[in-house]
T-cell receptor, first 113, second 115 residues
Framework: QQQVKQSPQSLIVQKGGISIINCAYE??????FPWYQQFPGKGPALLIA?????SEKKEGRFTISFNKSAKQFSLHIMDSQPGDSATYFC????????????FGTGTLLAVQP | NAGVTQTPKFQVLKTGQSMTLQCAQD?????MSWYRQDPGMGLRLIHY???????DQGEVPNGYNVSRSTTEDFPLRLLSAAPSQTSVYFC??????????????FGPGTRLTVL
């Protein structure tokens, strides 16, 4: 059972365009939603994260939008650049003693010059 | 700081062989985890540890053992490798805080092929 569903599986965007990746979750106990970025041959690295007490968080060209009632959150990449080409994973966890992350299946983003 | 290091980077095993994937971190993090990454499956948690001497199972623990004798090291053991364990394995660590809002730092991964 996939607790965090991510779409699309792959995405092609022109340079300067907006990239949008969506995630949905089932468990209402999740209270931390990070996005990780992974370049080929590297480990994932934290990009941006949000808690459910806010509906939006922006860091530079990257924005997370969070809809608690719909149990959905999304990553928006504004002015997409070729250097943004990577695999993006959404994730969710429950605060507590374990710090376990449940990941989505990933989105391969290609930004064409 | 070297961060999270993993060895080896690549490994080929035959079915039934055993091996240990090494993971070490120099950030004095209490939490450490092992994930496997497969195409279309994302990252799935194998085992995790909340401190030295404490380990627990994740989503896909079968076929893997772990131990945590020190804060720095968290090895993953495959006792009898199977082709289904062909994957890229990532180790991660994070500091302990008041909540789970703590960044996990990932190692560079080990690409394992089981023939």
């Amino acid at each position: 059972q996939q607790q965090v569903k991510q779409s699309p599986q792959s995405l092609i965007v022109q340079k300067g365009g907006i990239s949008i990746i969506n995630c949905a979750y089932e468990n209402t106990a999740f209270d931390y939603f990070p996005w990780y970025q992974q370049f080929p041959g590297k480990g994932p690295a934290l990009l941006i994260a949000i808690r459910p007490d806010v509906s939006e968080k922006k860091e530079g060209r990257f924005t997370i939008s969070f809809n608690k009632s719909a149990k959905q959150f999304s990553l928006h990449i504004m002015d997409s650049q070729p250097g943004d080409s990577a695999t993006y994973f959404c994730a969710a966890s429950i605060s507590g003693a374990t710090n376990k992350l449940i990941f989505g299946t990933g989105t391969l983003l290609a930004v064409q010059p | 700081n070297a961060g999270v290091t993993q060895t080896p980077k690549f490994q080929v095993l035959k079915t039934g062989q055993s091996m240990t994937l090494q993971c070490a971190q120099d950030m004095n993090h209490e939490y450490m985890s092992w994930y496997r990454q497969d195409p279309g499956m994302g990252l799935r948690l194998i085992h995790y540890s909340v401190g030295a001497g404490i380990t627990d199972q994740g989503e896909v623990p079968n076929g893997y053992n772990v131990s945590r004798s020190t804060t720095e090291d968290f090895p993953l053991r495959l006792l009898s490798a199977a082709p289904s364990q062909t994957s890229v394995y990532f180790c991660a660590s994070s500091p302990r805080g008041q909540t789970s809002y703590n960044e996990q730092f990932f190692g560079p991964g080990t690409r394992l092929t089981v023939l």
